[in-house]
């Protein structure tokens, strides 16, 4: 925990560093008759989590806070495992969003998850995995009329848009 | 009498077919979510907003208050059945709902949840229909330094209240305002916090963006961490006899219902407190004026009314400042906010002049969401304890599916699908360090209307701070928020002071 502390309020450090710097792009001073500039707002909030960041470093250094003090592993290793394949399989489906579409990237998800992790039987997956995106399709493209990406599957929804729209 | 007249033409709205279907819908899906561990009121309606734009801007309102108030309801059912709280709002439930359930008196305390849940929302509702009106009234002579003023006092509350870490609450309170700044700049148009020049931070980030990320994927991904062990379900036996004897038993229990539902009603309004601390609070006055505090713990039914009719109640208190003045009372309604604000009724003391019907048919449409969601709930108890017992490795990954589209339906851009793994990722990381994240999403969703607030009043005062302290309501308003930034520092230097040398 400790060490994840220090790290995650280095980080916000630096991250707010670049944001002071990012809004300095637009005036932040003030401008007469317009009131304060354009990058006033977000560069005095940038300053903030500056100092906020660099409190916590000093509560870390004195060991006020509680996580601070705590000895507690951030991540065990089952977490650790857990997250990342969680967080992995999060990342690789909206990547492959980009290239087979939702409708393709989202039953392969529901797979993956409830066969690897959850250690469902097959029946229960596919009827899950296929029946998320079939539902999905009627309540966004026909219901709401918001055309979810579909990367290289597009061409096999042209029927389907023939018959219901 | 002005207010029976608006509020009987509100009935006639909350009665309309398509709303009443949605309000029953709501109070369902509500339990739902309420009973599902991980899962509160907050991630119902971070998750859905973006699936309501099928009907009508009001009747969408109406159906998330609906689910809103359901959610508070559900979480009782899993704090006892299965002594994992359905909801932070639950916590205090499971002191002495656990016990009762173990004991085998399961039925009791479902019961119980659901009678203190309708007693607390309805007087609470009550409270909220005597009161909106006039508070709307004063706000409507808010000009910008008053609502920047308010809105400080919305962000002071967290440190004075909140209990988190103070620098982190307020780093909390920056980033968000700080990405509420993206996008264009309101006054002057140039784009602003470009980061990389990527052009999907063009049109800014919208607030679904953080609060699904960090509701919906952030919550799921700290559910998946925290729930490794396998859970056992407490049998209920259900009856119609016991059911009217455990009714008729809380006769007993009237004056902790009336203390809780006032207690949560009042602290359900300030932003940073809500209906968790609310509970817990019901759940310690209860225990303090009970003649056997020492049950408490061990199966008392008081200690499953108390925070259960406190919760409901906050619920409802929470939406008095964000209807009147455009400031929410907790995540959940600043989300609520938000989404009226995509729809085009700005929340705030106009909304009661220029969509009076729209205010009353809410109002009216909580009344009615009280009455289904305790109907429902106890004619389905045994469905929803049914509910629980699937499993989290089929309802994680749909939720996720659910984030992913839903993040992506209202902007349609996969620019904010990625930038909502970011946040939920990151925000997950930052929660494990005691980073508190709810002030970060009531910050997005306020700072397009804080920003404006505070430039407007710098240009009337010519850039003097001062003008924040010199108007009556401005002042009296930043001072109570100063008071409660310094609070804190006092109870330290309390603490220091009683310390023995």
């Given amino acids: ?165 | 009498m002005e207010v029976l007249s608006l509020l009987a033409g509100g009935f006639a709205i909350a009665f309309a077919p398509l709303n009443l279907a949605l309000v029953v819908f709501g109070c369902a899906i509500g339990l739902f979510v309420g009973a599902m561990p991980g899962l509160g009121s907050v991630n119902g309606v971070a998750i859905l907003l973006p699936m309501t734009f099928l009907v009508p801007p009001e009747s969408a309102i109406i159906f998330l208050a609906a689910l809103y108030y359901g959610a508070m309801y559900g979480g009782a059912i899993s704090s006892i059945m299965l002594g994992i709280p359905g909801a932070s709002t639950a916590v205090a439930t499971t002191f002495d709902g656990r016990p009762l359930a173990l004991q085998g008196k399961a039925d009791v305390a479902l019961i119980s949840a659901a009678v203190a849940s309708f007693v607390g929302g309805t007087i609470s509702v009550v409270l909220f229909t005597l009161f909106a009106p006039p508070l709307a009234e004063v706000a409507l002579t808010f000009g910008s330094p008053e609502i920047f003023a308010l809105m400080v006092l919305a962000f002071a509350t967290f440190i004075g209240l909140g209990g988190d870490d103070i620098p982190k609450t307020l780093f909390s309170i920056f980033i968000g305002l700080a990405m509420s700044a993206v996008g264009l700049d309101i006054i002057s148009g140039q784009p602003r916090l470009i980061f990389f020049g990527l052009p999907g931070f063009y049109h800014g980030i919208n607030f679904l963006v953080l609060a699904i990320g960090i509701y919906g994927i952030g919550e799921m991904l700290w559910t998946v961490e925290v729930s490794r062990g396998k859970m056992s379900i407490s049998q209920a036996t259900m009856s119609l006899r016991r059911i009217v004897d455990g009714v008729i038993g809380l006769k007993r229990s009237i004056k902790t219902m009336l203390m809780g539902s006032f207690l949560g009603y009042f602290v359900g309004i300030l932003p940073a407190a809500g209906a968790t601390p609310g509970s817990l609070m019901a759940y310690g006055v209860a225990k303090t004026i009970s003649k056997e505090p020492g049950t408490f713990g061990k199966g008392n039914v008081d200690g499953v009314v108390a925070p259960e009719a406190a919760n409901n109640a906050a619920s409802t208190g929470a939406m008095l400042p964000m209807l009147t003045l455009g400031i929410p009372g907790s995540p959940t309604t600043a989300i609520l906010l938000g989404g009226m604000v995509i729809w085009g009724l700005e929340p705030g003391p106009l909304l009661f002049v220029e969509h009076s019907d729209f205010v009353w048919g809410l109002i009216a449409s909580l009344y009615a969401a009280n009455l289904f969601a305790v109907l429902i709930n106890v004619a389905f108890i045994p469905a929803f304890i049914w509910v629980l017992r699937m499993p989290f490795t089929i309802l994680a990954p749909i939720i996720f599916v659910l984030c992913i589209v839903g993040g992506y339906a209202p902007t349609q851009d996969m620019h904010d699908v990625w930038l909502m793994l970011i946040f939920g990722i990151v925000g997950y990381l930052m929660r494990k360090l005691d980073y508190p994240l709810a002030p970060a999403v009531l910050a997005i969703v306020l700072g397009p209307l804080a920003e404006p607030a505070l430039r407007q009043s710098l240009l009337i005062s010519n850039g003097s701070f001062a003008i924040f302290f010199e108007r009556p309501f401005a002042g009296v308003i930043m001072v109570i928020a100063l008071g409660l930034l310094i609070l804190p520092i006092l109870q330290k230097m309390v603490r220091y002071a009683r310390r023995p040398a």
Avoid: Q
Avoid at chain 1, 8 to 24: D, E, G, H, I, T
Avoid at chain 1, 41 to 67: N, Q
Avoid at chain 1, 99 to 109: E, I, K, N, S
């Fill in chain 1, 1 to 165: 925990m400790r060490r994840a502390e220090f790290v995650m309020a280095v980080v916000m450090a630096l991250f707010s560093l670049y944001l002071m710097w990012k809004s300095a792009e637009l005036p932040i001073g003030w401008i007469p008759d317009e009131g304060p500039g354009g990058g006033a707002f977000p560069f005095w909030l940038g300053a903030g989590m500056l100092v906020c960041s660099l409190w916590t470093l000093l509560r870390w250094f004195r060991r006020t806070s509680d996580v601070s003090r705590s000895s507690e592993a951030y991540f065990d290793s089952r977490a650790l495992t857990l997250f990342l394949i969680v967080g992995g399989s999060l990342t690789v489906m909206i990547g492959s969003i980009h290239l087979v579409g939702v409708y393709g990237a989202v039953p392969l998800f529901l797979a993956f998850y409830m066969r690897f992790l959850g250690r469902h039987g097959w029946p229960t997956t596919g009827a899950v995995a296929l029946s998320t995106p079939i539902v999905a399709f009627f309540f966004f493209e026909i219901a709401l009329n918001i055309t979810l990406p579909k990367g290289l599957t597009e061409p096999l929804f042209y029927p389907l848009y023939d018959i219901f729209l």
